[in-house]
């Protein structure tokens, strides 16, 4: 269980505070709106009225006693630049930012922000890899190189074990998992593949998107 200090209750503030509520989270919530406040008192026990421009908000909160604080101000960049370098000056252990832009990105990490979440864009340029590949459930990037991404079963697949298809020796790509319906198997050599299975890849994300947009590989 880690303590989270959130900053700003907007869409993303409440989405993300009661995600973090549901992980079994110590959730601490403020806002500068007292009717914000009010409609979440009853499901966060602790729910702050607070103006955390204010340094002696800050302060008063105890910054330095949670593990992540969170500046989820959406509206007013102004305040979540100052706010996260106020965090910085009063010791936060580990402040997350939400950015609107890439420009805002750049100031908020000068600012001190450990790191910076963009979920407008994250949440489109995912989109955008769904629509482009019919085959494509999910994915998750690692890094700017490597991604974990669930596919529908190529049909080149069904009928082959991991062991005949030698994915790891010929493409560098490693099946961590597969599914179907509610069953999951972690997948040895012999595994054969089913047409209804979901497979869970991971690897270089070039290499695995040739494999979600063609079945050629």
């Not at 499901?43 to 330095?64: F, P, R, S, W």
């Not at 991991?162 to 997948?187: Q, T, Y």
């Amino acid at each position: 269980m880690k303590t989270v200090l959130i900053i700003g209750m907007g869409e993303f503030g409440k989405h993300f505070a009661r995600k973090l509520k549901e992980l079994n989270n110590d959730v601490c919530v403020v806002d500068i709106k007292k009717e914000v406040i009010n409609a979440l008192s009853n499901v966060y026990e602790n729910a702050y009225i607070g103006d955390c421009m204010q340094e002696q908000t800050l302060l008063e909160l105890g910054v330095k006693n949670f593990d992540i604080c969170v500046v989820a101000i959406s509206e007013n960049f102004q305040a979540s630049l100052e706010i996260t370098s106020l965090l910085k000056e009063l010791g936060a252990k580990h402040i997350v930012s939400k950015a609107s832009s890439d420009v805002q990105s750049k100031f908020l990490l000068m600012a001190g922000a450990s790191e910076v979440v963009y979920p407008e864009k994250d949440i489109a340029e995912k989109t955008a890899v769904k629509c482009d590949a019919s085959n494509l459930i999910d994915f998750v990037k690692i890094n700017d190189e490597f991604e974990i991404t669930e596919i529908h079963v190529p049909k080149p697949w069904v009928g082959k074990t991991l062991s005949e298809l030698n994915l790891r020796n010929k493409f560098n790509i490693n099946v961590i998992a597969v599914s179907n319906g509610d069953k999951v198997d972690l997948p040895t050599a012999t595994y054969c593949f089913k047409k209804d299975d979901a497979v869970f890849l991971v690897g270089n994300s070039k290499i695995i998107a040739k494999i979600y947009k063609t079945t050629k590989i």
